[in-house]
């Protein structure tokens, strides 16, 4: 986890300042600033000092809960506090929506391999997946929010979850494709085991050999997608806070990424792998819980 | 040497049979000849292939050719695109003719698509060869590797590494994303290396006193590259939704250039009031996306006797 951690922001931080021209000379504007000042700043900023000092002195304050400085003077942490808990709801409405209905459309699907649901939604989750994001977005902004008005099309006055529905749903449904597709597919592979077949002799109930038996061990595979899901969700707000108007902080990196705010994209991308590493975890430890043949010593 | 030790080696890895044998890949056509969904993705991919390469075949016009201001933002005459008319697919915000734009805009997303998913595929051929092979420390080395790329979100460090990145052209874009996309290949690759490396058939190999080379190449190579495949193929659509993305957000593809991603983005700010610019491309979008993720779909199917 910790190699990880390092070599992702490692990697995001190379390239952030590998980007082309000098934040500082930016941040003067127009006027040529005077080169005292001009020093001092880059010395406030350590871009006087070699890349690896400067990330290892990231990475120190980084252990201490300092996420550094933006190019405009406020703390990097002060700016994801007031937009992170926009972006965490939002990214949290599609995780549970895709896993509530990616499942429940899942299971619907596997029960009867070839049937008519099974094919709905086999056709229909491929649709979902081949159409990009943001057309996928607009077009239910025009048409649940503008045509039909049952969602607000943008910002967050309704407060959670009204506000955040429709863009939570837009976000979380190409993953929730995928789960529900992964979950079918994992369940009809599970029917034909012997233990269904012993099960099923025993004379248990249908429901019972599905949820009790069958969907527990079908299960696994669909876990360990949703744990590697929330990071991409998160990284997905970069598209759907655009669109919607929500003040978080795919909306905020996206910007700084254009002004070349170095500290500001480094802190929330570290942030982003830090919640991806965390529901990592999360998955692993689930892991046993739904099969007891997995134990950590 | 030759002849009887090329049938003892085809034999043994059973790669290059054909005919009418039961073999894997004769077994999978005999099944993919009956699918219709096979078929219809072929066809529409054929097509977007010939737009690709003979555009001209579709429209005289060249990409952002006789483009005229005065024109632009003329609707459809109607939504039947073969009424006639000089515009049947309405202009766009530079007044450029729209069916051409399309025609001219589809080269870009179908070579970013391959080339990204060709430059995947070879790094985790490679890669996850070497690592599932030999396994100890070259493989731990490699599989925290690729945990690092893999915790980093693709969109998130596309977005960062493209706007690095001084010019924006094809393959500038195919080769950050490539950079990016091969971690899940690599891993499944590893997987099925690792699945295959203590094989009986393997194994004879070795005791007969084949390299290591020879035994990755010819014996593990043909039984582990199949699910690989497959999944590159579903890729290639995958990488082509992505590609447009960029371009959405602006640090993919730029204006002299003609895309579909380009053209949606164009949309935007206007598809309320005109959203036929918005719906054509997305359509066009779409339809490719969608017939390679039928063709990879149908394919893995066919290739895998667990699912039939």
Redesign the interface.
């Known amino acids: 986890m910790v190699p990880v951690l390092i070599g992702t922001t490692l990697l995001i931080y190379l390239a952030v300042f590998a980007l082309p021209g000098d934040p500082i000379r930016t941040l003067g504007g127009d006027k040529p600033m005077p080169p005292a000042v001009y020093q001092a700043l880059r010395h406030h900023y350590h871009l006087d000092e070699p890349l690896i000092v400067q990330y290892g002195q990231y990475l120190w304050g980084l252990l201490h809960g300092d996420f550094g400085e933006t190019l405009n003077g406020q703390p990097v942490s002060d700016v994801m506090k007031t937009d992170w808990a926009v972006t965490a709801r939002l990214a949290v409405t599609a995780w549970i929506f895709e896993l509530v209905v990616g499942i429940g459309l899942g299971v619907w699907a596997g029960r009867r391999k070839g049937g008519v649901v099974d094919t709905l939604v086999l056709s229909g989750t491929t649709l979902v997946i081949a159409i990009p994001v943001f057309v996928l977005a607009y077009s239910a902004q025009l048409l649940f929010g503008l045509k039909l008005g049952w969602f607000p099309t943008a910002g967050t006055d309704d407060g959670w979850p009204y506000s955040y529905l429709l863009p939570g749903i837009v976000l979380g449904s190409a993953s929730l494709a995928y789960i529900a597709r992964l979950t079918r597919t994992s369940l009809v592979e599970n029917f034909r085991a012997d233990y269904v077949r012993t099960a099923v002799a025993k004379g248990l109930s249908r429901r019972r050999v599905l949820v009790r038996h069958t969907l527990r061990n079908s299960l696994v595979p669909v876990i360990t997608y949703l744990g590697v899901d929330l990071g991409s969700l998160m990284a997905g707000t970069i598209v759907i806070e655009g669109i919607f108007n929500l003040p978080g902080i795919g909306g905020q990196i996206f910007t700084a990424i254009q002004i070349k705010d170095g500290p500001t994209v480094v802190g929330i991308a570290t942030l982003l792998v830090l919640v991806y590493l965390f529901a990592n975890l999360v998955v692993d430890i689930l892991y046993g819980v739904l099969d007891p043949r997995i134990r950590y010593e | 040497m030759s002849e009887s030790t090329e049938v003892a080696a085809t034999a043994q890895t059973g790669a290059v049979v054909s005919g009418a044998s039961a073999s894997l890949w004769s077994d999978a056509w005999r099944e993919l000849y009956r699918r219709v969904t096979f078929w219809v993705a072929v066809v529409i991919l054929l097509f977007m292939g010939l737009l690709a390469t003979v555009p001209s075949l579709f429209t005289s016009l060249g990409p952002n050719g006789r483009c005229d201001v005065r024109q632009a933002k003329l609707r459809p005459a109607s939504w039947n695109p073969f009424g006639g008319g000089p515009h049947p697919f309405g202009t766009d915000t530079h007044g450029c003719d729209y069916w051409a734009q399309m025609v001219h805009g589809t080269r870009a997303p179908i070579i970013v698509g391959f080339l990204v998913t060709g430059i995947a595929l070879a790094l985790a051929i490679g890669l996850g060869s070497l690592s599932g092979y030999y396994g100890r420390l070259l493989d731990t080395v490699l599989s ?2 690729t ?11 596309a ?3 493209l ?2 990145f ?1 010019s924006h052209g094809v393959l500038t874009e195919s080769f950050v994303l490539g950079l990016l996309w091969w971690p899940t290949m690599t891993r499944l690759m590893r997987g099925q290396v690792l699945s295959i490396r203590d094989a009986d058939y393997v194994q004879a190999a070795r005791m007969l006193g084949a390299r290591d080379t020879r035994i990755m190449v010819r014996h593990i190579l043909p039984n582990a590259v199949a699910p690989v495949f497959v999944y590159a193929m579903l890729n290639v ?2 990488v082509i ?1 992505y590609e ?2 960029l371009d ?2 602006g640090v993919g593809l730029q204006y002299p250039t003609v895309s579909w991603g380009l053209q ?1 983005s164009q949309a ?1 700010e206007i ?2 009031d005109y ?1 036929y610019l ?1 719906i054509y491309p ?1 359509v066009f ?2 339809a490719t ?2 017939s390679f ?2 063709l990879g ?1 149908a394919v893995r199917d066919a290739l895998d006797p ?2 039939r």
């Open positions: 925290r590797i945990d690092i790329f893999f915790g980093l979100p693709l969109l998130l460090g977005v960062v590494i706007t690095a001084p659509g995958v939704g447009a993305t959405y957000l949606l935007q598809f309320t959203p918005l997305a979008l779409t996306v969608l993720l039928l779909d667990k699912l």
